[in-house]
């Protein structure tokens, strides 16, 4: 095999409920991912070492260095596999960059599937699992795809059963958010308040409203810890979410850690038209329409 390609989607969070900051600096967490129709394809090509190209229009955001997690997860495979392989590595990115939608673990997830395709290493879903936790909390979740649960850091997940497709839109903003900077804000935030910061539980309602298909009830049931601190950091977001509303939106949010924001729609038309409405009235600049469940990392 002289090359393989993968495509891997971004996600959105459906709730996403922030616990107590740990000791080793990462956060406890009810993560409720959802993979969304707008896909980064990773191609591997047979190769001396492991080098990455990236095309598309975020790729002049995207570190070529050794901090790209695609290099990462292709290391990380090869040191599992206990062997020195080469691969190049060529993303085509339309997930934007540091938007709160996982882009780049998802060029992770897609790494690590094509080269265990193009090494023939025939390494089980489950190894990948492991080595994608260790790259990073929300690379599990690029793998599997579909709507899932993530508990501990995100890393742990199980799946969850949805009854129908969900149609979304995207404003996706100008420049990223630092994760680690808006987890830093939101326990800002929270030492200031003095109040005590419960253990995160999941939703009973929002899993019932993704169990039936349930678009109006789904929307109203959106939650996201770090939004408020994705605000302190990006006022103007505010705006962003108030237009989707008033344009109809069942449930706007801020996706993640943002600064891209997520409104959730009736339908494919109804996503169509608030995804016009959003730029003609200049609430967003740019906006993609998409929809979920979608598988994770998939092969060509
Ligand atoms: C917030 C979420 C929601 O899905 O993703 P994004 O919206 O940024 O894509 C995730 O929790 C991000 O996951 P990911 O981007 O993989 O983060 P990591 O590389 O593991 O960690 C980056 C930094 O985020 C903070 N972090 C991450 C996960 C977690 N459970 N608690 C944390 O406090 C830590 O400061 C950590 O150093
Ligand atoms: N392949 C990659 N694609 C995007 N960003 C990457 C990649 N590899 C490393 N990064 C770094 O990871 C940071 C977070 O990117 P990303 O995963 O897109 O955002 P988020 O964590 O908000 O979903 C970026 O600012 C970038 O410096």
Known sequence: MSSVTVRVPAKVNVQLSVGPLREDGYHDLVNVFHAVSIFDEVVAKEAESITVTVNGR?????PLDDDNLAIRAARALAKHAGRSYGADLIIQKAIPVAGGMAGGSADA??????CNELWGLGLPFEDLMEIAGDLGSDVPFSLLGGTAVGTGRGEQLSELPTGGTFHWVFALADGGLSTAKVYAECDRQREVSGARVSWPELSAPLIEALGTGDAYALGAHLSNDLQAAALALRPELAATLDSGRQHG???AIV????????????DATHARDLADSLTATGAATTTVAAHGPVTGA???
């Open 58 to 62: 975020w790729s002049d955001q995207v």
């Open 109 to 114: 997830a897609g790494a690590l599937v094509a």
């Open 249 to 251: 939106a069942l449930g």
């Open 255 to 266: 996706s993640g850690s943002g600064p891209t924001c997520a409104f959730l729609a009736i």
């Open 298 to 300: 998939t092969l060509l």
